[in-house]
Every structure is written in C-alpha cells, then in structure tokens.
C-alpha cells in the first residue's frame, strides 16, 4: 500500500527562485496538509484542504507562499520568491475525516535548502 | 507562554530502561493527544492516540493525560535501541481539527 508519496527528496536553489513541492496523498484520504520543520519552530501547520478545498491556511507564512490542489491524488506547494529563511523540511500528511477519527499519515518530506 | 512545550532532549538510557517522555500544554480545549514517533530523515507515523483524560496501554507503550495538570506522559518500558527516534506529543479541540505539535524530544537508547 503505497504512502504519501512527495518529490522531491532534497531541492537546493539559489535565492529568488521559484520552488515548488509536490505530494500525492493516499488513495482515499480526503484531507490534505502541508507542514514545515524546523529546529527552531518545530513542526508548523500551513495549509490543509478537505475535499481539494483549502480550509485554513493562516500558517502560510507570506504571500510569497502558495498551496494548489487540482484533484484528490494531487497537491503543490510553490515559494516565489524562495529566500534562505525558507530552508527547512516540507512535509505533507493525509487523513480521511468524516468517517471516525483517522491519522495522519505523513509523508518523508522534502528537504529545502535556499542558498 | 507557546501552546504546548516539549522538552527537546537529547534524552539518553540504557537499554532496557523504562523512558518516560512528557508534554505540557495550555489550551484546555485540547481534548484529543497524540505521541508521534520520528526516525532521523523520515515523516512522523502516529504511535498513540488519546481520548480526554486517562491511560492508554499499547504493548510496551503507555500514553497518559491528566488534563487538570494539563500535562501528558508517554512511557516505553523495556526500551530497545530502535526506540531511538524524536518523539513529537500532538494534541487538538475536536476530532477533525488541527492538529498542535510539540516540537519534539530526541531519545537515545545506549546498547
């Protein structure tokens, strides 16, 4: 049974450029969240979505930020324009709500370095 | 004062000791808790999950919220070296909402 699968595994860029992480969640999840870790700040809440619609997203940091779901097996997260501070690790978790509660199931995360 | 507060450790036993990890946290709404276990390099995988106050036993695992204290414990008895990990506590309101995590004790299990 496949897990939340996200690519990719270690980005590392320049500042200025444009970043985007990708996740598929389980088949069957419904809701969808994108966290960051940091040694600092520990594991932050930036968005999540049930059913493809983004419900909270007051975790993003900046406007420089921004989540995308187009369907249920696919989700993005972009930074434009990525800065050092950005460095840390992205992951994605799924659930299925609604239906009892359900972990989250996490991905292994994308590591992000901005240079 | 930050919602929940984790020690970060590093936490270091003998094999064979029993662990006893903890959490604190403000928010009295919080009604559901977790113990995420965190391997170096890999996401969080849910080891426990609680319900309001009281214990929960899970083979060598035991969660415990005192929710007057607002305070909760997770304990390994027998720890082995591949209990060696970052444990994160979590905890949310309801049973749908965000979740609120700590940010996490690192244990180190001695050979």
């Known amino acids: 049974d496949a897990g939340v699968i996200q690519s990719p595994r270690h980005e590392v860029t320049e500042m200025g450029q444009e970043v985007t992480l990708r996740c598929k969640p389980i088949?069957?999840?419904?809701?969808l969240f994108w966290y960051r870790q940091t040694m600092m700040r520990g594991l932050e809440l930036l968005i999540y979505?049930?059913?493809?619609?983004?419900?909270?997203d007051s975790g993003m940091p900046e406007d420089r930020f921004s989540a995308k779901m187009p369907n249920a097996s696919f989700s993005t997260l972009k930074i434009q324009p990525s800065e050092p501070r950005d460095s840390a690790v992205y992951f994605c978790a799924s659930c299925r709500v609604g239906s009892g509660n359900q972990p989250q199931h996490f991905g292994d995360g994308t590591r992000l370095s901005i240079l | 004062q930050k919602e929940v507060e984790q020690d970060p450790g590093p936490l270091s036993v003998p094999e064979g000791a029993i662990v006893s990890l903890n959490c604190t946290y403000s928010n009295s709404a919080f009604q559901y808790f977790m113990w995420y276990r965190q391997y170096s390099r890999k996401g969080p995988e849910l080891l426990m999950y609680t319900y309001s106050s009281g214990n929960k036993e899970d083979g060598r695992f035991t969660a415990q919220v005192d929710k007057s204290s607002k305070y909760i414990s997770l304990f390994i008895r027998d720890s082995q070296p591949s209990d060696s990990a970052t444990y994160l506590c979590a905890m949310s309101p309801n049973r749908d909402d965000k979740i609120i995590f700590g940010k996490g004790t690192r244990l180190h299990i001695l050979p």
């Open positions: 088949s069957g999840h419904n809701s």
């Open positions: 979505f049930n059913n493809n619609v983004p419900i909270d």
